[in-house]
């Protein structure tokens, strides 16, 4: 699927949800999760192809500095950060010199 174009996120989860099901996946236990402002569209799409329940991962955006719009990472509701490492690697920083996510990280 890497380099595929959708019409809408609609066909996006279907076109999903149908190849992980041709690979086996999905099926009683699981479940699916959307991302909230975009995600769970796709999500309910993947969750109703392979007949597992929907719910949502509520995470806030880590904006890149000088670019907020680029997503480098998320902050889970009770404050774990993730930072791509490969964006994190490419500006030089080290793991312990990352600051971590500030309060000026996009809330959206």
């Known amino acids: ?7 809408d996120r609609v066909e996006a989860g279907r076109r999903l949800g149908e190849d992980l099901r ?3 996946l999905g099926g009683e236990g699981g479940v ?3 991302i909230p402002r975009g995600g769970v ?3 309910a799409e993947v969750a109703r192809v392979l007949g597992l329940p929907l719910d949502v991962a509520l995470a806030r955006k880590v904006g890149a500095p ?6 480098i990472g998320a902050v889970g509701p ?6 791509d ?3 994190r690697d490419g500006w030089g920083r080290t793991r312990s ?3 971590g996510p500030s309060s000026r990280s996009s809330t959206r």
Do not use: S, Y
């Not at 699927?1 to 019409?7: A, I, L, V, W």
């Not at 000088?66 to 997503?71: I, K, M, S, T, Y």
């Not at 009770?78 to 930072?83: L, P, R």
């Open 97 to 99: 010199g990352w600051r």
């Open 78 to 83: 009770d404050g774990t950060a993730v930072i």
């Open 32 to 34: 699916v999760l959307g």
């Open 22 to 24: 041709a690979r086996g």
């Open 1 to 7: 699927m890497p380099g595929m174009r959708f019409g």
């Open 66 to 71: 000088g670019n907020p719009e680029l997503a």
């Open 85 to 87: 490492e490969d964006w």
């Open 41 to 43: 569209v796709t999500a």
